[in-house]
């Protein structure tokens, strides 16, 4: 079984400054993929980055970025120049071909933006 | 604009009710889920279609009953629910050639009273 763990509840930041979101997670699998998704409060949830868990090199989306850490399972969102539509839940989450390519998500981090 | 269209956006059921929850997704992919996401919980995985075939049911009670007519729609019929039941409804579709792409619904509100 796989599990996402997502240590904080909320985080805030400061318009234009970075903020970086935790996420760990843990599976037996050698093959997988992660995913931060972000869920404004239109509620639809928005795939912001993928990693595919073979790849060294880390994953990067304009001000989005991962540090996916294989060793220690652990996959960080890091947002730069964070503007107010950042605004939303962001949910970690998993998925390998075991799990019927569905998503395994954490339990989501309430991220706020500051003018 | 979303590819994936989910019916009604608000919904509010006695426990004796049925209803249903639709899906339409304008993709063109093969693969459609079910999601419930309840407050301060992650979200579960409640049924997986691929090519319109069930491949995973994660212990749903059978209260929930999930219809895949074909690869575009996508229903779950609710049937003497409980108030725990109540939580966003969100669907998902994928293209099994590129998986690891899911796009979303805005999700059914569904409150059990």
């Known amino acids: 079984a796989q599990t996402v763990t997502q240590s904080q509840p909320e985080m805030s930041v400061q318009e234009a400054e970075t903020v970086t979101l935790s996420c760990t997670y843990d599976?037996?699998?050698?093959?997988?993929?992660l995913f931060w998704y972000k869920q404004p409060p239109s509620r639809q949830m928005i795939l912001v980055i993928r990693?595919?868990?073979?790849?060294?090199q880390n994953a990067t989306e304009n001000r989005f970025s991962v540090n996916f850490q294989k060793a220690a399972k652990s996959f960080s969102l890091k947002i730069s120049d964070s503007q107010l539509g950042d605004a939303a839940m962001y949910f970690c989450?998993?998925?390998?071909?075991?799990?019927?390519?569905?998503?395994?998500f954490g339990k989501g981090t309430s991220l706020l933006v500051t003018p | 604009e979303t590819g994936v269209t989910q019916t009604p956006r608000h919904l509010v059921m006695g426990m004796t009710n049925k209803k249903s929850l639709k899906c339409e997704q304008h993709?063109?992919?093969?693969?459609m889920y079910w999601y419930k996401q309840s407050a301060k919980k992650p979200l579960e995985l409640m049924f997986v279609?691929?090519?319109?075939?069930?491949?995973e049911n994660n212990s749903v009670p059978s209260r929930f009953s999930p219809e895949c007519p074909n690869s575009s729609h996508l229903f779950l019929h609710l049937h003497t629910l409980q108030p725990e039941d109540s939580a966003l409804y969100l669907c998902?579709?994928?293209?099994?050639?590129?998986?690891?792409?899911?796009?979303f619904g805005q999700g059914t509100r569904l409150t059990v009273v």
């Open positions: 998902a579709s994928s293209q099994e050639t590129d998986w690891t792409e899911a796009f």
């Open positions: 599976t037996s699998e050698s093959d997988y993929y």
């Open positions: 990693q595919e868990a073979y790849k060294q």
């Open positions: 989450a998993s998925m390998n071909s075991n799990s019927g390519y569905a998503l395994n």
């Open positions: 993709l063109g992919h093969n693969a």
């Open positions: 279609y691929s090519l319109e075939e069930r491949v």
